[in-house]
């Protein structure tokens, strides 16, 4: 019992030390930490649930935590960089006139040799003797596999993008609520950060000048 007793105090006098001397991360900040960890791993390894949990995390923002007026404006900027950073990763991968409807190939392709030969669909490329023949086929193979890599991120995008872009308006039309200069600094944030044109003008059209 007084170990607990104890540790229970210790744990509330460093966190009144750390909360002194500003040296506590607060859960804003956090969050802004998590989301460009989820960021930069979807850069590297694209996976649409790696952008969703991103922008779960992002709806967790506080403004109203935050007493100092500065400190509020340090993190709408951080968090709005975050949002178009969402929405540009979104466009990179999903091209604007993209079809759900529009399939890809899902055996792999059959390969045909110069003897007149037809291997079945997913033959082991080593059961092909001409070694041109066979590099070929496994160029072909490779390229097969990408597309419908592409096509599965796609559709995954697809299906996330209205949620996200939803979250996305109504944090913009929240965060920059008020006076001329918000909405002037909200109009010039969105212009110069998101870069897909219809997507651009899309949030535009939320700036109240």
């Keep these: 019992m007084k170990q607990t007793l104890l540790a229970t105090l210790l744990l509330v006098l460093l966190m009144a030390g750390c909360v002194s001397k500003g040296l506590c ?6 969050i802004i930490k998590d989301v460009t960890t989820l960021t930069e791993q979807f850069e590297s390894r694209p996976e649409a649930e790696l952008l969703r949990q991103a922008y779960q995390k992002l709806e967790g923002i506080r403004f109203h935590t935050e007493t100092r007026p500065e400190v509020r404006l340090k993190l709408r900027a951080a968090t709005s960089g975050l949002w178009i950073r969402l929405l540009n990763l979104v466009d990179l991968h999903l091209p604007a006139d993209f079809d759900p409807e529009q399939t890809v190939q899902v055996k792999p392709p059959q390969f045909k040799g110069r003897d007149g030969e037809l291997y079945p669909p997913g033959v082991d490329p080593q059961t092909i003797r001409d070694p041109q023949e066979r590099s070929a086929y496994i160029k072909t193979l490779t390229e097969h596999r990408r597309a419908q890599e592409a096509y599965r ?30 909405q002037e600094e909200f109009r010039a944030t969105i212009a110069a950060g998101i870069r897909r044109a219809d997507r651009k003008a899309e949030f535009l059209r939320y700036v109240r000048l």
């Design 25 to 30: 991360m607060s859960n804003n900040e956090q």
């Design 153 to 182: 991120l796609r559709m995954h995008l697809y299906r996330l993008n209205d949620q996200l872009s939803e979250s996305a308006r109504n944090y913009f039309i929240l965060a920059y609520l008020g006076t001329k200069p918000e």
